[in-house]
């Protein structure tokens, strides 16, 4: 069974009436929508067409927001609906990178992300979705997709019928019929600053980026807005998880590389600890009920790889601070045996992040193939880093720091490249032109600003006659380049929000 809607543009007039019973029915918060009808025109006066798509959830045969969500709070129900569990939902908002589709939002005043649930209330007794009962113009059909006798799978098999986005390969069950193809193709037409009533929501003020081709004579001129939901909590995540991972990644050479002392036998793992934690603040903090943060343990999706990274991080939150008490207590060859254990969890720390970015099959830019080894890179950048400044005497830790910031910049550069999916590709151009804060072009000053002030501070501090502030410089180059992956963390995590997906 699979429950399912198709839309008959033939009939659709653009009225939202749908848009307002779902409102009403549902309690949609003002700003927020489960259905909505989008503008698009074609052509140029006097010969000008406008178009509408409805859109909303398709309830997905492969659902990608149930496969990511953490705490079990999004289900495939037997009849095939896609339902959200408001209580259980500790708002991270993983579903909204997961939904390829701007489906789902966040109640700002619960805290929970809400979804067309496909009116499951009313269908249960037997009643069809609010929008169904309400179009004037019976252009929204429901109904059983797998019962060959229901009239919505009689119209798909009689007609040819598009669905949204069929290279994400998620299987949609909404069908639309005499739909203007460019409404189902996001970032296909122009996005003009005003809309018809109004001007553009503000969320994502950056301009489209130039070099990525529009459809002639097409723009939308009403739609709905959707917020970057993933920000610089985020980057700060990676950044901070990468330093821990590298402290942990660089312990077990601690004395070849000039390590001594306290520096050697205590500081990889003070790191490593400390900016765990830090790591698990940002996690939390970003969470819209952060008091619900340990149902990720008592009822957890073993599927989500935030559930699965939370795990890694809690072992290494264990034998980390196992290595301290065994060197506090004298056991020096447990405790180097602890810190090859601790690297092997610090690749773990650096890489899931690329398994749970895989499944944001909304964010075609995080899905790179390039992307675990990138994040060890930046774990070595990040470990190198910040024990660099502590070496005593001739050290290769600086060497290991100017050859991983040498990879991360290359890894950078491929990723940038045009190259995947029609998302990927916006996202990618959208790199260049995305702004933090009130920096215009962040992109730029990450990759040349940050590398070639290290490069500067790394080649004067190998001059022999500046050894006493030595230290001093490595600091320096540490900070620009931790400053530098910061930045960039932050355009690449907001340039793959930042294409339509709807």
Same mark, same amino acid.
């Given at each position: 069974?699979?429950?399912?809607? +198709?839309?008959?543009?033939?009939?659709?007039?653009?009225?939202?009436?749908?848009?307002?019973?779902?409102?009403?029915?549902?309690?949609?918060?003002?700003?927020?929508?489960?259905? &909505?009808?989008?503008?698009?025109?074609?052509?140029?006066?006097?010969?000008?067409?406008?178009?509408?798509?409805?859109?909303?959830?398709?309830?997905?045969?492969?659902?990608?927001?149930?496969?990511?969500?953490?705490?079990?709070?999004?289900?495939?129900?037997?009849?095939?609906?896609?339902?959200?569990?408001?209580?259980?939902?500790?708002?991270?908002?993983?579903?909204?990178?997961?939904?390829?589709?701007?489906?789902?939002?966040?109640?700002?005043? =619960?805290?929970?992300?809400?979804?067309?649930?496909?009116?499951?209330?009313?269908?249960?007794?037997?009643?069809?979705?609010?929008?169904?009962?309400?179009?004037?113009?019976?252009?929204?059909?429901?109904?059983?997709?797998?019962?060959?006798?229901?009239?919505?799978?009689?119209?798909?098999?009689?007609? $040819?019928?598009?669905?949204?986005?069929?290279?994400?390969?998620?299987?949609?069950?909404?069908?639309?019929?005499?739909?203007?193809?460019?409404?189902?193709?996001?970032?296909?037409?122009?996005?003009?600053? =005003?809309?018809? &009533?109004?001007?553009?929501?503000?969320?994502?003020?950056?301009?489209?980026?130039?070099?990525?081709?529009?459809?002639?004579?097409?723009?939308?001129?009403?739609?709905?807005?959707?917020?970057?939901? &993933?920000?610089?909590?985020?980057?700060?995540?990676?950044?901070?998880?990468?330093?821990?991972?590298?402290?942990?990644?660089?312990?077990?050479?601690? !004395?070849?590389?000039?390590?001594?002392?306290?520096?050697?036998?205590?500081?990889?793992?003070?790191?490593?600890?400390?900016?765990?934690?830090?790591?698990?603040?940002?996690?939390?903090?970003?969470?819209?009920?952060?008091?619900?943060?340990?149902?990720?343990?008592?009822?957890?999706?073993?599927?989500?790889?935030?559930?699965?990274?939370?795990?890694?991080?809690?072992?290494?939150?264990?034998?980390?601070?196992?290595?301290? !008490? *065994?060197?506090?207590?004298?056991?020096?060859?447990?405790?180097?045996?602890?810190?090859?254990?601790?690297?092997?969890?610090?690749?773990?720390?650096?890489?899931?992040?690329?398994?749970?970015?895989?499944?944001?099959?909304?964010?075609? +830019?995080?899905?790179?193939?390039?992307?675990?080894?990138?994040?060890?890179?930046?774990?070595?950048?990040?470990?190198?880093?910040?024990?660099?400044?502590?070496?005593?005497?001739?050290?290769?830790?600086?060497? &290991?720091? *100017?050859?991983?910031?040498?990879?991360?910049?290359?890894?950078?550069?491929? $990723?940038?490249?045009?190259?995947? =999916?029609?998302?990927?590709?916006?996202?990618?151009?959208?790199?260049?032109?995305?702004? /933090?804060?009130? +920096?215009?072009?962040?992109?730029?000053?990450?990759?040349?600003?940050?590398?070639?002030?290290?490069?500067?501070?790394?080649?004067?501090?190998?001059?022999?006659?500046?050894?006493?502030?030595?230290?001093?410089? +490595?600091?320096?180059?540490?900070?620009?380049?931790?400053?530098?992956?910061?930045?960039?963390?932050?355009?690449? /995590?907001?340039?793959?929000?930042?294409?339509?997906?709807?």
């Amino acid at each position: 069974m699979q429950y399912g809607f +198709l839309i008959d543009h033939r009939r659709c007039i653009g009225c939202h009436a749908c848009t307002v019973a779902c409102k009403a029915e549902n309690e949609v918060p003002v700003g927020s929508f489960r259905t &909505w009808v989008k503008y698009t025109e074609k052509g140029r006066f006097p010969a000008i067409k406008r178009h509408f798509a409805v859109l909303r959830c398709n309830h997905c045969s492969s659902a990608p927001c149930v496969t990511i969500c953490p705490v079990n709070a999004l289900e495939k129900r037997a009849d095939g609906i896609v339902d959200l569990d408001r209580d259980a939902c500790i708002g991270c908002r993983a579903c909204m990178q997961g939904c390829p589709y701007d489906a789902i939002y966040l109640n700002e005043d =619960t805290g929970s992300a809400e979804k067309c649930h496909f009116c499951a209330h009313r269908v249960e007794k037997g009643l069809e979705p609010a929008c169904v009962i309400v179009c004037p113009e019976s252009a929204i059909v429901a109904g059983d997709l797998h019962d060959p006798q229901s009239r919505i799978a009689t119209m798909v098999a009689e007609h $040819e019928t598009l669905v949204r986005r069929p290279e994400q390969r998620t299987g949609p069950n909404v069908h639309y019929l005499g739909v203007e193809p460019s409404s189902l193709v996001p970032g296909s037409a122009e996005r003009p600053s =005003t809309y018809l &009533w109004s001007d553009r929501p503000p969320d994502k003020p950056e301009p489209w980026p130039a070099g990525v081709a529009t459809l002639p004579d097409t723009r939308v001129v009403l739609d709905v807005g959707h917020e970057v939901e &993933w920000g610089w909590h985020v980057a700060g995540y990676l950044v901070t998880k990468g330093i821990a991972a590298g402290a942990a990644m660089v312990a077990p050479f601690a !004395a070849d590389v000039g390590l001594q002392g306290f520096a050697g036998d205590w500081l990889p793992e003070i790191v490593a600890l400390v900016f765990t934690m830090i790591t698990t603040y940002l996690l939390v903090v970003d969470l819209g009920r952060p008091k619900l943060f340990l149902t990720l343990l008592t009822r957890p999706n073993t599927k989500s790889w935030l559930v699965r990274g939370a795990w890694i991080l809690i072992a290494f939150s264990i034998t980390v601070p196992a290595a301290m !008490a *065994a060197r506090w207590f004298g056991f020096t060859d447990v405790a180097e045996t602890l810190r090859w254990l601790n690297a092997g969890l610090g690749i773990s720390v650096a890489g899931y992040t690329a398994f749970l970015f895989a499944q944001c099959e909304g964010r075609d +830019l995080w899905q790179s193939r390039a992307l675990l080894p990138h994040l060890l890179v930046q774990a070595a950048l990040c470990g190198t880093a910040v024990l660099m400044p502590f070496t005593t005497g001739p050290s290769e830790l600086p060497l &290991w720091f *100017a050859a991983a910031l040498g990879l991360h910049v290359a890894f950078s550069n491929f $990723e940038a490249r045009p190259h995947g =999916t029609e998302n990927a590709r916006q996202a990618k151009a959208f790199l260049k032109v995305a702004r /933090i804060g009130n +920096l215009k072009r962040p992109y730029r000053l990450a990759m040349v600003g940050g590398t070639s002030g290290v490069a500067v501070l790394l080649a004067v501090a190998n001059l022999h006659r500046l050894h006493a502030i030595a230290p001093g410089l +490595l600091l320096a180059a540490a900070v620009v380049a931790i400053a530098g992956l910061f930045l960039y963390e932050s355009v690449y /995590i907001r340039a793959g929000q930042l294409p339509p997906l709807s």
